[in-house]
């Protein structure tokens, strides 16, 4: 089913024509409610007026995760206070977390476009959907919960986690339809082989699964052992949440709800929009968001992008699987992670030196991440009870500033590999 037909098998040249209005008016609405970005177009001499289209969006200044943080946590907002009516957070490049915020007409927007990308993998009002990503400050949950309510499925709001009973719950619910990260339902299908609970005891036909990357081997993987035809979903915090893009029935690519978020692809190193087809960093401008409505978000997500008109007869165009990311960020266990976060978590502890190491791996379908400290040689001497307690204190405070469980392993100094260059700091053993 589609979900909106009127907007998503729309011609080109009419969307690109509701797009360019769209772009006007939220350059209008930031000019004269976001003092940086009045100040950032100043700065450029460019005044509302002289966007006239599509055509002269590359003429706009990019919005990086670094201008969220300078601005923390409400300094870009485009409403009052009053209009907000929710606020999510993702992971900063530092202990900060980055902020976002939708009115009323965001959490409608939302809801729709999360309710296109259920109807696109095939999901529909007889559905019970089981919603196992995170509630709570992560947008996984919460919008992908609004989304099932608006197709008119039923939700099951489990959140993450408490693996037995998601088991028992989509056997004894009888869910059709789970939403998580693409390696937790693998865990999933691991754990209910543990149970005695196989694919012919449940009712799951359709997985939606995001919020990391993951390869065509992973998803031939889940939907063998689910027997269920897996769906890659994709989306982040600043630009709405899950509801960007999402695979249709073809799983030929990810549909982009263009008439919301308009994208462009870049050359990270340059800048330079790139002709249609070639691979680079996505950008995008959030063309109908009232909250938080962004400029050219650097996503710094790594991808291609193809105009064809899909056979599902959607003409909304379809982004490649994400290969990377041109930044150091991690996801772990769908939780974003930049090792930079790490490093200030380290250097409030006076025991420890700059000298750090992530190792990440995934060990029986579940990330895991253990960090290696260097600490002072005449610390190695001491009683191994005031060593317990540092690795405690250590993994405490990570584990606050990160939010997921971490394994802490103190090391002497000199264990980690010096570098001539940029410092190495991650191992990713993990495979993509
Ligand atoms: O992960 C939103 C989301 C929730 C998407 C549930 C899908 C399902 P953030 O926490 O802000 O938001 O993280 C956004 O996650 O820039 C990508 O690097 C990565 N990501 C999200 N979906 C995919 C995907 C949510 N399908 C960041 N494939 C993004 C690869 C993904 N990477």
Same mark, same amino acid.
């Given at each position: ?37 009045? $100040? ?22 990019? /919005? ?29 490049? /530092? ?46 949950? =919460?919008?992908?919960?609004?989304? /099932?309510? %608006? ?18 719950? *989509?056997?004894?619910?009888?869910? /059709? ?47 063998? %052992? ?12 600043? +630009? ?13 690519? =990810? ?63 379809? *982004? ?8 150091? *960020? ?37 990330? +895991?991440?253990?960090?290696? +400290? ?11 009870? %005031? ?26 100094? %000199? ?8 410092? $190495?700091? +991650? ?6």
């Amino acid at each position: 089913m589609i979900w909106n037909s009127h907007f998503e098998c729309m011609s080109r040249d009419e969307l690109s024509e509701i797009q360019g209005q769209r772009l006007r008016e939220l350059v209008e609405r930031l000019y004269s409610n976001v003092p940086f970005y009045r $100040k950032r177009m100043q700065k450029m001499g460019l005044l509302p007026a002289d966007i006239k289209g599509l055509e002269d969006l590359y003429r706009l200044p990019f /919005t990086t995760k670094q201008d969220l943080r300078d601005n923390y946590p409400f300094g870009l907002f485009a409403v009052p206070m009053s209009e907000i009516v929710r606020v999510h957070a993702s992971s900063g490049t /530092t202990g900060q977390p980055t902020v976002v915020g939708y009115t009323r007409r965001d959490i409608s927007i939302w809801s729709e476009v999360v309710a296109r990308t259920l109807a696109c993998s095939g999901a529909g009002r007889d559905d019970v959907v089981q919603i196992s990503y995170g509630y709570g400050l992560f947008t996984g949950g =919460l919008g992908i919960h609004y989304g /099932t309510e %608006k197709l008119g499925a039923t939700v099951i709001p489990i959140s993450g986690g408490n693996t037995a009973k998601q088991i028992q719950l *989509m056997r004894d619910f009888g869910s /059709t339809v789970i939403a998580c990260t693409p390696s937790y339902a693998l865990y999933l299908a691991e754990a209910s082989e543990e149970m005695d609970v196989n694919s012919s005891d449940l009712k799951l036909r359709v997985g939606i699964f995001g919020a990391e990357p993951w390869t065509e081997s992973m998803r031939k993987e889940i939907e063998e %052992k689910l027997n269920i035809t897996a769906i890659d979903i994709y989306g982040l915090s600043e +630009v709405i949440g899950p509801g960007v893009s999402t695979e249709c029935q073809e799983q030929a690519g =990810l549909h982009i709800f263009e008439d919301h978020f308009f994208p462009e692809i870049i050359d990270p190193e340059s800048g330079d929009v790139l002709p249609p087809g070639s691979h680079g960093e996505l950008v995008f401008t959030t063309l109908t968001k009232e909250g938080l409505p962004l400029l050219r978000y650097r996503t710094r997500d790594l991808t291609h992008l193809n105009y064809e008109t899909c056979s599902c007869g959607r003409t909304m165009v379809r *982004m490649a699987k994400c290969t990377g990311r041109s930044d150091d *960020m991690l996801i772990i266990r769908g939780v974003n992670i930049f090792p930079s976060q790490v490093e200030s978590v380290l250097l409030e502890i006076s025991e420890t030196k700059p000298h750090y190491l992530l190792i990440v791996d995934r060990i029986n379908n579940l990330d +895991v991440l253990q960090v290696w +400290v260097e600490v002072d040689n005449q610390f190695f001497s001491d009683e191994i009870r %005031k060593l317990e307690s540092l690795t405690l204190r250590i993994k405490n405070s990570l584990e606050s500033t990160l939010g997921i469980s971490v394994q802490v392993k103190l090391v002497e100094p %000199k264990t980690i590999e010096r570098s001539q260059g940029k410092a $190495k700091r +991650v191992i990713d053993k993990r495979q993509f």
